[in-house]
T-cell receptor, first 113, second 114 residues
Framework: QQKVQQSPESLSVPEGGMASLNCTSS?????YFWWYRQHSGEGPKALM?????GDKKEGRFTAHLNKASLHVSLHIRDSQPSDSALYFC?????????????FGIGTRVLVRP | NAGVIQTPRHKVTGKGQEATLWCEPI?????VFWYRQTIVQGLEFLTY????????DSGMPKERFSAQMPNQSHSTLKIQSTQPQDSAVYLC????????????FGAGTRLSVL
C-alpha cells in the first residue's frame, strides 16, 4: 500500500476553473509536505511546501494541511492550459536521517481551453 | 544556476549490457538523491548521499544496481546486466541539508532496455 495516497487519479477542468487535488498519508511520522508538478519530458518541479496546519497561498495555488487527519490538499484557482501536468504530493518524516521524500502516485490534471 | 544536470537524456541498452547514468547536482547542495519513475510504480526512492557519503540505499535493488559519489560535483548510478524491467526514467535530485529543504530534480535519463 502506498504510504502517500492521492486522489483523484485524473482531473479535467475548464480553463479558468478550480482544480482540487487531495493527498492522505498513512504514517503519522510524515510531517513535512510538498506539492510537485511534472510536465511531459521534464523532471518534477516543486510548487510549494507546507509544514504547518492551515492554508498556504502562493499566487493561484493554495495548499491546506490538516496534520490530525494526515490530509493535504492543493487548489489551483483560475486554471490555465499550462497547468496541465502530473501533480505529486510528497512527504518527509521528521525522524528520517536520510531526508528522502516519499511520493504519491500522482494526479493528472488536464485544463480544457 | 543550471539546475541539476543529468546525462544522457536517453539511453538504449541491450539486455545484459551495462548502463551508467550521470548526475551533476546544484552547486552547494550537499544532499543527492536518486529516484526511479515508472507509470506503474510512480516515483520510487533508490538511494541518498550526504556530503558524498552514502546514507540510505534502502530502495536500491541489491543486485546489479550501484551508486557512487566520488566528488561533490557528480554522482553516478550504474546498472549491470540490464533487464527489460529496468526500463524507466531515472531522476537525480539535490538539496541543501535539512528536513525542510526542497529537492530539485533534473530532467531525468530515460533508460530503455531492449
Amino acid at each position: 500500500q502506498q504510504k502517500v495516497q492521492q486522489s483523484p487519479e485524473s482531473l479535467s477542468v475548464p480553463e479558468g476553473g478550480m482544480a482540487s487535488l487531495n493527498c492522505t498519508s498513512s504514517d503519522r511520522n510524515f510531517q513535512y509536505f510538498w506539492w510537485y508538478r511534472q510536465h511531459s519530458g521534464e523532471g518534477p518541479k516543486a510548487l510549494m511546501s507546507i509544514f504547518s496546519d492551515g492554508d498556504k497561498k502562493e499566487g493561484r495555488f493554495t495548499a491546506h494541511l490538516n496534520k490530525a487527519s494526515l490530509h493535504v490538499s492543493l487548489h489551483i484557482r483560475d486554471s490555465q492550459p499550462s497547468d496541465s501536468a502530473l501533480y505529486f504530493c510528497a512527504a518527509r518524516m521528521t525522524n528520517s536521517a536520510g531526508n528522502k521524500l516519499t511520493f504519491g502516485i500522482g494526479t493528472r490534471v488536464l485544463v480544457r481551453p | 544556476n543550471a539546475g541539476v544536470i543529468q546525462t544522457p537524456r536517453h539511453k538504449v541498452t541491450g539486455k545484459g549490457q551495462e548502463a551508467t547514468l550521470w548526475c551533476e547536482p546544484i552547486s552547494g547542495h550537499s544532499a543527492v538523491f536518486w529516484y526511479r519513475q515508472t507509470i506503474v510504480q510512480g516515483l520510487e526512492f533508490l538511494t541518498y548521499f550526504r556530503n558524498q557519503a552514502p546514507i540510505d540505499d534502502s530502495g536500491m535493488p541489491k543486485e546489479r544496481f550501484s551508486a557512487q559519489m566520488p566528488n561533490q560535483s557528480h554522482s553516478t548510478l550504474k546498472i549491470q546486466s540490464t533487464q527489460p524491467q529496468d526500463s524507466a526514467v531515472y531522476l537525480c535530485a539535490s538539496s541543501a541539508l535539512g528536513g525542510q529543504n526542497t529537492l530539485y530534480f533534473g530532467a531525468g535519463t530515460r533508460l530503455s532496455v531492449l
